[in-house]
């Protein structure tokens, strides 16, 4: 039997600016590390630059209390619209999803900036969860990051 391909999307405003945001993903990832290291504890370039398509980076972080990692491909970067798609290709949640790739995007409504981010995947198997601890990991370091800017 094959498997439909699912979404979640969250999407939280960011007092700070979406420039800001976009800019932490596409010119320093690294810089998460320090700005959440209860999440993330290191993020590595293996091929690539962090603003290119096509780079792929390792992440090592804690989620629900668990330490993981993954390897991530950047698959569509665009500064000028503020959205980046990293697929997965390697690591702990490929366990449970046949494909897993998470983007976001900024934009600006009435004034204010939003970041959406948006989860695609497959199940591996029918009773395997729906990631939704993930999607609050990545609406939770959103909103570090907006802390540390603000010095929370």
């Known amino acids: 039997m094959a498997s439909l391909p699912c979404k979640l999307v969250g999407q939280v405003a960011f007092k700070a600016g979406?420039?800001?945001f976009n800019a932490i993903f596409t010119n320093n990832a690294p810089h998460m590390t320090k700005i959440t290291p209860s999440k993330f504890q290191s993020c590595v370039l293996h091929q690539g630059s962090f603003d290119t398509?096509?780079?792929?980076?390792?992440?090592?972080?804690?989620?629900?209390?668990?330490?993981?990692?993954?390897?991530?491909?950047?698959e569509n970067l665009d500064k000028e619209k503020r959205q980046l798609t990293y697929k997965f290709i390697d690591g702990d949640l490929l366990e449970l999803y046949k494909t897993f790739s998470a983007s976001f995007h900024v934009e600006t409504k009435n004034g204010v900036d939003y970041?959406?981010?948006?989860?695609?995947?497959?199940?591996?198997?029918?009773?395997n969860p729906h990631p939704v601890s993930v999607l609050n990991f990545v609406i939770g370091f959103t909103t570090d990051i907006e802390a540390h800017i603000f010095g929370a």
């Open 18 to 20: 979406g420039d800001v």
């Open 115 to 127: 970041v959406t981010w948006t989860l695609d995947y497959e199940l591996l198997k029918p009773d």
């Open 53 to 74: 398509n096509g780079s792929i980076l390792e992440w090592k972080y804690t989620l629900d209390g668990k330490e993981g990692s993954c390897k991530q491909v950047i």
